[in-house]
């Protein structure tokens, strides 16, 4: 099967400036083929799509879900962190069924695609349900069962179990990695048997690090270090290793970060919402770390449209620093694609626009008010834009969203079905 988008704005988000320019895109299956000026139009296509007034780029990765969560947007809010946890959210998770999580994920997963998100990191329980939503929504996903001290072995058996399934299978859009919850709720055997799982099944780790400084003193009373120095004394950082938050992170913390395989997730809005505190992105980033975004789940961030994560983490960044270049708008765009890819370990396959990568890539219709002129595009995306502006996108080669239309996928259905469950448990 071949496709050729012809008319298109192409933002490829390759090299360290803006490179914006009228190119048709050639895809053969589900790899992008050719990118260049006028592809001749008498070889053989299948399908044809005009992107003309469409600026076309790599569709944005969300490093670091809850997709399960959705039940929970707006319920109980404004509330710092553990309160909100222990008095709003664990007493309802208790009674999730397998449904419950699948219709929960499934509605996340519409959520995201509508909103330009073609690739997600999620942990959470009952992913085998999860792990449906995404495959009946065509998602990229990286995937993995949160372990914490109570009730890991049942998860030990279905990440190896899945792990095999989904890991050595080339072309599969799902990956297997191994989840430990975070180093105030995971002991020092709970957090090796999480690594040397990962280290057995070849894959990486996911894990939050740092969110609040009420985790930062508990571990400090309990263990007399940091969180950071406390996995890497556990070894945590000899595998590929995805970091939610990292706010609290000290220049020592700096030292052992710069050598991890993988990256920071950053969840700017998560993180403004239960007054978490600002993670220094602009120091991350100049010591060469790699640092993604994130919407986290939707009860602490109220949507997964990673175009609010893209403004706030530019705003965020440039008050913390009193400095408006701190970070640039192009620098944003690059943490929402290419450098989540790198988080995630998957820079080869997704990220950029490139002949030789899955072709994952969204359209987002730029004749609009609020993005007239075009005077700065990369500015208008991350400034002006919002996840609505996404007409269609791409995953695998296969339109799964056109002209804001999701093809095979029942909105209303899944509206239905998520609020009969918030209206039973809730
Ligand atoms: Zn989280």
Redesign the pocket.
Known sequence: MRTLITNASVLDMVGETANIEKKDILINNNIIEKIDKDIDQNIEIDEKINAKNMLVMPGLINT???LAMSIFRGYKTDKKLMDWLENAIYPVEDKLKPEDIYWNSYLSCLEMIKSGTTTCND?YFGMNKTVEAIENTGLRAVVAWCIKDDSIKDKIEKTREYAQKYNNNKNSKIKIYVSADAPHTCNPDTITMCVNLAKELNTGLHI?LA?TSNEEKKIKSRYGKRSTEYLNDLNVFDVPVVL??GIYVSDSDIEILKKIKGGISH?PV?NCKLSSGICNVVKLRKNGINTGL?T??IG?TSTMDMFEEMKTAAYLQKVNAKEPSSILAYDILKMATIDGAKVLGMENEIGTLEPGKKADMIFIKTEKLHMCPDNDICSNIVYSANGADVDSVMIDGKLIMQNRKMLNMNEKEVMRQVKKIAKRLL
């Open positions: 670091h879900t809850h942990m939050h969110e939610a938050h969840n998560s994130g986290d789940g602490s």
